[in-house]
């Protein structure tokens, strides 16, 4: 296998009490790791369980309640899990789901965890997906470690950042170039990338790269408002993005991206633009052309090579 070839892995998802919604343990084959995920309900048998009684980390997440729409999430760490988190649990209302992080083996050590606890709250942060309802934020240069720990702790948080978003929390994955590249003009950042595009009878037009799995439509691309029409899926997005600056008011029918804004589907990014519920798969172009998204993925998966 070549340097930078990706390959699969094997994640295992086991329903501890047969509910979907009940206790769940993730595991990757070949990886000390183990995660333990409960709602409010089962939290009882999570801090139960012998395997979380250990040295270890632990997030709790839930809705922001000062920011509709965003995550609030909260990491620490201890040498019994299931005893700090009952503590942190009790000083907080917003969770809705608890993690915990310990080993299979039982060989996390406190600094082990102290400096996991640090990265996790550094990469956390610099991500800027969820609000961290951390009141500091440890230093890893103080988790003093052997070189060779550094680098075992680094492998482990790797599998964090593979696990996590399977089992629902994407707090990790780094923004999309064109959402951290705010230096550079939208074309020159996206310059490898093929770019799509919503050309309205409005007037209105709105310009999107896919990258990583999300469909980031760029500064400078403009959305409708006041078309009347009901928008069940993505009204409350729409607000979300208002509040947060990503879309300022532009003319009397339209507001514009005053910053890239990554959506989780073509569909999302298409109903903002367009006010309305959208699927994005038809109303999104790529640039120069009558390709639309789909038809543009059927020919990627063809093997054949489509250019502006």
């Known amino acids: 296998m070549t340097t930078g070839e990706t390959f699969g892995r094997t994640i295992q998802l086991f329903l501890v009490d047969g509910k979907p919604t009940g206790l769940r343990k993730a595991t990757i084959h070949g990886w000390t790791g183990l995660l333990f995920v409960s709602g409010a309900s089962a939290f009882g048998d999570l801090t139960a369980r012998a395997e979380v009684d250990r040295t270890g980390v632990y997030i709790l997440s839930g809705p922001d309640p000062d ?12 040498n019994s899990v299931s005893e700090r988190i009952e503590q942190s649990a009790k000083k907080r209302d917003f969770w809705e789901t608890a993690i915990t992080v310990t080993t299979s083996d039982d060989d996390l050590s406190k600094g082990h965890a102290e400096y996991l606890e640090a990265r996790l709250i550094r990469v956390t942060t610099q991500a800027g997906r969820v609000t961290l309802d951390n009141g500091t934020q440890p230093d890893t240069d103080r988790r003093r470690l052997p070189e060779a720990d550094v680098a075992n702790m680094e492998q482990f948080l790797a599998n964090l950042r593979i696990i996590l978003p399977v089992i629902g929390l994407d707090m990790l994955k780094p923004q ?16 490898e990338e093929v770019h799509f595009e919503i050309r309205h009878k409005s007037g209105v037009q709105a310009t999107a790269v896919e990258e990583d799995g999300e ?27 208002i509040a947060e600056g990503a879309l300022v008011p532009h003319a009397e ?13 073509p569909s999302a990014a298409a109903a903002v633009v367009l006010d309305r ?32």
Do not use: C
């Open 215 to 241: 469909f980031v439509v760029l500064e400078g691309s403009e959305a409708l408002i006041g078309t009347g029409y009901v928008q069940q899926s993505y009204g409350g997005l729409k607000d979300k993005m």
């Open 67 to 78: 920011k509709p729409g965003v995550t609030r999430v909260y990491i620490g760490s201890g």
């Open 176 to 191: 999309p170039r064109a959402v951290t590249q705010v230096a550079k003009l939208a074309d020159d950042k996206t310059a």
């Open 277 to 308: 519920n959208s699927n994005g798969r038809l109303e999104w172009k790529v640039r120069g052309s009558k390709l639309n998204y789909h038809e543009w993925q059927q020919a990627q998966a063809g093997g054949s090579e489509v250019t502006e």
């Open 253 to 265: 029918d339209r507001m514009r991206f005053a910053k890239p804004w990554p959506f989780s589907s």
